[in-house]
């Protein structure tokens, strides 16, 4: 049962245009977000996070803004630049529970 | 830099051996974490620790894995009688207590054949 979803497996976008990744998810315990960024041969990094009692946060180039109605969120990047290719990773947390269950990432392309 | 870091980065084992992997989070996060990824996949929750305790361990960690944390500080990841299954990499993440933001490791790729 896949709980955290990220029904796009790869997205190419112009440099300098805005990237926009999805993420849906099923389990209403979740309360907090993250993003993380992933290059070949390394871990994940981490991007950006929101907790459920916000519906956006803005870090630099990068905006989640998340949707609990529709159990939602998005991560925006403007304008994006050739090092923000990379596989791009929605997890999420729930309140008492420590662990991070994540989708199963969005391949990002910017093109020159 | 005081990243978390993971030994060793690949391994190559036959099918039946033991291997074991090292972890060395942040030095003041108390929570560590260990994830299991698979290709086209999100990184999957094994189990985690705080400070040595070891306080949740996912379904997925058969009695062939054990983890440890001695002192609280570094932690090791066993898999005894490897499987081809179990070629993965193997990611550790650390926390600080109260954050839900975990900083990962470069991660330990292991292959079984």
């Known amino acids: 049962d896949q709980q955290v979803k990220q029904n796009s497996p790869s997205l190419s976008v112009q440099e300098g245009r805005i990237s926009i990744l999805n993420c849906d998810y099923t389990n209403s315990m979740f309360d907090y977000f993250l993003w993380y960024k992933k290059y070949p041969a390394e871990g994940p990094t981490f991007l950006i996070s929101?907790?459920?009692?916000?519906d956006k946060n803005e870090d630099g180039r990068f905006t989640v803004f998340l949707n609990k109605s529709a159990k939602h969120l998005s991560l925006h990047i403007v304008p994006s630049q050739p090092g923000d290719s990379a596989v791009y990773f929605c997890a999420a947390s729930g309140s008492g529970n420590e662990k991070l269950t994540f989708g199963t990432g969005t391949r990002l392309t910017i093109i020159p | 830099d005081t990243g978390v870091s993971q030994n060793p980065r690949h391994k190559i084992t036959k099918r039946g051996q033991n291997v074991t992997f090292r972890c060395d989070p942040i030095?003041?996060?108390?929570?560590l974490y260990w994830y299991r990824q698979t290709l086209g996949q999100g990184p999957e929750f094994l189990t985690y620790?705080?400070?040595?305790?070891?306080?949740?361990k996912s379904r997925l960690l058969s009695d062939r894995f054990s983890a440890e944390r001695p002192k609280g500080s570094f932690s090791t990841l066993e898999i005894q009688r490897t499987e081809q299954g179990d070629s993965a990499m193997y990611l550790c993440a650390s926390s600080l207590a109260g954050k839900y933001e975990q900083y990962f490791g470069p991660g330990t790729r292991l292959t079984v054949t």
């Open positions: 030095s003041e996060h108390n929570r």
């Open positions: 620790f705080q400070n040595e305790a070891q306080l949740e």
């Open positions: 929101i907790s459920s009692i916000k």
